[in-house]
Every structure is written in structure tokens, then in C-alpha cells.
């Protein structure tokens, strides 16, 4: 949902005006990792809205709710406030392939993938994926008038994140190919909505030289991972230690041992600059790898 825009901007009420206090509130403590606080705030909403009967406070709060939930792993309850949400939206005048029901059917999926229910997840994967193409397809030769370049962007940007993360759920189950289909497909729409030089641009193309690299295709790995690296370096990216790390692991998979030192020696330097205790420590099991490495080639 589209957050407090939900609300009248000069609600004249005690009630709603004390109902977007609290979402604020809570929002910023969700925001703040104080998540019991934000639970907390977000049940005196919740309360408030019902008692006032107001549709859209309950469908925000609950959503919100879900989030927070989510956030604390407290999956089983998620579920349940995501569901009680998409309920509330489709009693009213909300359509299944609305962008806000199909975010929340890509989370309810993203939780059966946590939980291991293989079928569900993959069910629910594929019916935000599907319905979302169907949608851009309906969409695509809408007038600006009728439809914005940007809400057609933002449909796009969640079949992307739709598409990436059922890409990840494939890469941890071991389905490679299908993985790797999946991510191409969602670099595409990132570079073609958002440009080749976007953060989530560089990551997908990482992940997809991970995916390419996990199956033995080390030179077209080579290929995105190098590529990947150029512009994290151009576009001081947060994560370009871990991608330099990817690229020396592919760079070792190739053999090329000195190169792929030297790449590591960066990625280190870079970890610990960050103070990224886990990735510096797998750099540097990575290191002792490759001298094993080296030492039985020659």
C-alpha cells in the first residue's frame, strides 16, 4: 500500500489524526529495529481504527503489522496478517492484480520458502510472476493519461523483485538453470526501468555470474562478474567487496590464481575498511583456499 497517502492530508478528526500518529510512530520504531515498541503502537492503531470502522487505517495497520511480524521471524503470524490484509482489500474494491495484493502474495511467498513448503512457495512465485507479465502486457499500449510511465515502471520493478527472488529460492534448492533463467530475466527489467549503473542492477548481475558459475560456465560468469566489479568501482557501490570476493572465486574456479589474489587482496582491504567481520573472515578462508590451490597445480 501506498503508506500514509492513504489518509485525507487535513483530516479534520481527533480519531484519524491520532490513528496516523501512532502509524508514524510505529513506522519510525519498525525503522529504528525497536520492533516490540512498534507492535505495540501498531495494536492501539488497530484498536482505534476499529472502533471507527475506518477501512483503510485496518487494511494499513494490519499490513503493517504483517511487516513487522516478518521482521522479527515470527513467520506463522505473518502469514495470518498478510492473509487478514489481502482480505480486508478484496472484500472492498480491490482488484487480485493490484500491485499491493501481489506484493503481499510475494511476501506469503517469500515465508513458504523460508518455511520449506516447497509447493506453496513455488505456487505463489509463480502467480505473482505470471499475473504481473499478463498485467505489462494489458498495460503496455496504455495512453500516459490512463496509466503514468511511472506506475508502469512500478509494476515492472515488482516483477523484477518478484522474479529475483524466486531466483534466490531456486539458487538455495539447487535448481540452477531455472535460478539462472529467472535472474536474466530480472537484470533485464532493472537495466531497461532503472539503467545498467543502478545498485540493483550490479547485484543481480552478480548473482546471475553466481548462478552461471555454480554450473561450470566460468567464462560467461567471468563475463558479468568482471563487469559487475567496473561498476561497483564506478559507482562506489556498499556491496563491491562482495563482489570482488565473487569474481576472485570465479577467477580461482578458472584458475587464473594470480589474478584472483590480487582481486581477493582488494576485496580484504575493502571488507575490513567496511568493518564486515563475516566477509572478511570468508575472504580470508577463500585465501587459504586458493594457496591450497596453487600449491597442488603445481
Known amino acids: 500500500p501506498a503508506g500514509l497517502s492513504l489518509f485525507p492530508r487535513d483530516a479534520e478528526e481527533d480519531g484519524e489524526d491520532a490513528i496516523v500518529a501512532l502509524l508514524k510512530r510505529a513506522k519510525l520504531s519498525a525503522m529504528r529495529g525497536e520492533l516490540a515498541q512498534a507492535e505495540q503502537l501498531l495494536h492501539q492503531a488497530l484498536r482505534r481504527a476499529h472502533q471507527q470502522d475506518n477501512r483503510q487505517a485496518i487494511i494499513y495497520t ?6 513487522v511480524a516478518y521482521m522479527q521471524g515470527q513467520l506463522d503470524n505473518a502469514e495470518k496478517l498478510y492473509k487478514a490484509t489481502m482480505s480486508y482489500m478484496l472484500a472492498g474494491d480491490t482488484k487480485e492484480d493490484d500491485n499491493a495484493i501481489l506484493e503481499m502474495s510475494l511476501k506469503l511467498a517469500s515465508i513458504y520458502a523460508a518455511q520449506k513448503q516447497h509447493k506453496l512457495a513455488v505456487a505463489g512465485y509463480q502467480f505473482c510472476i505470471l499475473t504481473l507479465e499478463e498485467k505489462i ?32 529460492y531456486l539458487l538455495n534448492i539447487s535448481e540452477l538453470p531455472a535460478a539462472q533463467k529467472m535472474y536474466e530475466k530480472a537484470l533485464q527489467i532493472s537495466k531497461d526501468v532503472q539503467g545498467e549503473t543502478h545498485p540493483q542492477s550490479v547485484v543481480l548481475m552478480n548473482d546471475l555470474a553466481t548462478v552461471l558459475d555454480a554450473q561450470g560456465h566460468y567464462e560467461e560468469a567471468h563475463t558479468y562478474s568482471r563487469r559487475a566489479a567496473e561498476l561497483a568501482r564506478d559507482t562506489q557501490h556498499p556491496e563491491e567487496h562482495m563482489v570482488l570476493s565473487n569474481l576472485a572465486a570465479i577467477l580461482m574456479h578458472k584458475e587464473d590464481f594470480l589474478q584472483a589474489k590480487q582481486v581477493y587482496k582488494e576485496a580484504l582491504k575493502q571488507a575490513q575498511q567496511k568493518g564486515d567481520a563475516a566477509s572478511v573472515q570468508h575472504i580470508q578462508e577463500e585465501l587459504a583456499e586458493l594457496a591450497k590451490r596453487r600449491k597442488g597445480s603445481k
Open 62 to 67: 494490519y499490513s503493517m503489522m504483517g511487516n
Open 137 to 168: 502486457a494489458k498495460q503496455k499500449d496504455l495512453p500516459e493519461d490512463v496509466l503514468s510511465a511511472e506506475e508502469k515502471a512500478n509494476t515492472q520493478l515488482l516483477l523484477g523483485m518478484s522474479l529475483d527472488s524466486y531466483a534466490r
